[in-house]
């Protein structure tokens, strides 16, 4: 496992904490899930943009549905 150094304002850390705090996790635990979220965001456009590159019309469809899913 890796250890990641990251530099904050101070109160975008008090928010963090206090989401973290609400949630019961602690800031690394969220901050992993909210990684976690956003490589799934990346995974999901890169193979959509090569969907499209191939012309994949229907499997392109089906992940923008997807993803009006998730955003929902």
């Known amino acids: 496992m890796a250890t990641l150094t990251i530099r904050l304002p101070d109160e975008k850390h008090s928010r963090l904490k206090a989401l973290a705090q609400s949630r019961g996790?602690?800031?690394?635990?969220?901050?992993?899930?909210?990684?976690?979220l956003a490589?799934?965001?990346?995974?999901?456009?890169?193979?959509?943009?090569?969907?499209?590159m191939q012309g994949d019309v229907?499997?392109?469809?089906?992940?923008?549905d997807r993803l009006d899913a998730l955003n929902q």
Not at 43 to 51: A, H, I, M, P, V
Request: net charge negative; charged share 20%; aromatic share 6%.
């Open 25 to 36: 996790i602690s800031v690394n635990k969220l901050m992993e899930e909210l990684s976690t």
């Open 39 to 52: 490589l799934a965001e990346f995974d999901t456009q890169t193979r959509f943009q090569t969907l499209v």
């Open 58 to 64: 229907a499997q392109g469809l089906d992940i923008l």
